[in-house]
C-alpha cells in the first residue's frame, strides 16, 4: 500500500469504529507509528516559506489515537525501573547519535534528531526535537510538539501536548528559539525562529502577547513573532467580583540582526534585564 492508501484507511477507520479491527487498517496504523519514530512523516510540517502556515497532518494523529486501541498494556524493565504502558519506549539512541541522560523518557512514536540532547526529561509520543536542541532538566514536550533545531528549552519548560482535535495544531517551537526556565507553552501557541521566552513566560490560546517596544502597544496571540524577547506582564481585567491582574506577555524588544544566536541571546539577557 502508498501512503494515500493507508491515509485513507485511517481516516474512514477514524470515522467508522467498526473499520478498526480490519488487518489493513491495523497494518496502516502501525505503519505510521513506525514511521513517526524514525521522523518520515510528522504531525504537522514546516511552512515553505519562512513566514507561512505550518501544515497539520490529522490522520496522524488519528492514527496515534487508534494505536492506543490496538495495543496491550506490557511490563518494560529498564535496568532497576519497571514500566506498566501500552506504548514502548524510544531505542538505540546510540545509532540515532542522540545524547540521553538518565533518566530521560522518550515515547516510541517521537521522533529526536541525530545532534539533539535529553537532560532528564519527558518526550511524549508523536511529538518532533530537532538537532543541535536541549531539552534540559525536568523539561517536558507533549504529545505531538514541534521543537525545531537549534533550540534550548531550560530547566522545567512544560510544553503542552495535544491529540484532540485530531485537526488542532500543536505546540511549535520554530528553529533557535530559547525557552527560559518553568516557561509554560500550551494550546497550539507557536513560538517563532529565535525568540526568546524569559523565565516563567505562561503562553497558552487566549493569553494576550503585548510588544511594548513601540509607540504604542501591538498585540498577538497564539503566536510570538521571529526573534522577539519576552517577559512575563500582567494585564487588568474585570470579573463580576471586580478587577484583578491576569498573566500576559511582553514583548519588549527584539534580538540583533547583527549577532549570532548565542551571543544575541546574551545580549538580550543583558541589555534587557530578565532572566533565563
Known amino acids: 500500500m502508498d501512503i494515500g492508501t493507508r491515509k485513507a484507511l485511517i481516516e474512514s477507520a477514524y470515522a467508522d469504529k467498526s473499520l478498526r479491527s480490519d488487518s489493513a487498517v491495523v497494518e496502516a496504523v ?3 507509528l513506525e514511521r513517526l519514530d524514525a521522523g518520515l512523516i510528522r504531525v504537522a510540517e514546516p511552512p515553505e516559506s519562512p513566514d507561512g502556515p505550518w501544515k497539520v497532518n490529522s490522520w496522524v494523529k488519528q492514527a496515534i489515537l487508534m ?3 490496538q495495543s496491550a498494556m506490557k511490563v518494560e524493565e529498564v535496568g532497576p525501573f519497571e514500566y506498566h504502558d501500552k506504548i514502548p ?3 538505540n539512541y546510540a545509532g540515532a547519535g542522540v545524547r540521553v541522560v538518565p533518566p530521560a523518557t522518550v515515547r516510541y512514536g517521537a521522533f529526536i534528531e541525530s545532534g539533539a540532547i535529553l537532560m532528564p526529561s519527558y518526550v511524549n509520543l508523536g511529538a518532533w526535537v530537532g538537532t543541535g536542541s536541549m531539552v534540559d532538566t525536568w523539561a517536558t514536550v507533549g504529545s505531538c510538539a514541534q521543537i525545531g533545531r537549534g533550540v534550548h528549552l531550560s530547566g522545567g519548560v512544560g510544553i503542552g501536548g495535544v491529540l484532540e482535535p485530531p485537526g488542532a495544531t500543536p505546540v511549535i517551537i520554530e ?4 525557552i527560559g526556565s518553568r516557561c509554560i507553552v500550551v494550546e497550539g501557541v507557536r513560538v517563532g525562529r529565535e525568540a526568546v521566552l ?3 513566560v505562561v503562553l497558552a490560546a487566549s493569553t494576550k502577547i503585548i510588544d511594548v517596544s513601540g509607540d504604542k502597544p501591538v498585540e498577538h496571540r497564539g503566536f510570538v513573532p521571529p526573534r522577539s524577547v519576552v517577559i512575563p506582564g500582567t494585564v ?6 471586580g478587577t484583578y491582574q491576569v498573566p500576559a506577555a511582553l514583548i519588549i524588544g527584539t534580538r540583533k540582526a547583527s549577532t549570532d544566536r548565542k551571543t544575541s541571546l546574551n545580549d538580550a539577557l543583558r541589555d534587557f534585564g530578565i532572566s533565563a
Open 89 to 91: 519506549l524510544k531505542r
Open 236 to 241: 487588568a481585567k474585570t470579573f463580576p467580583a
Open 198 to 200: 524569559g523565565a516563567g
Open 175 to 178: 528553529d533557535g528559539a530559547f
Open 30 to 32: 502501525h505503519w505510521t
Open 67 to 69: 494505536f492506543f486501541g
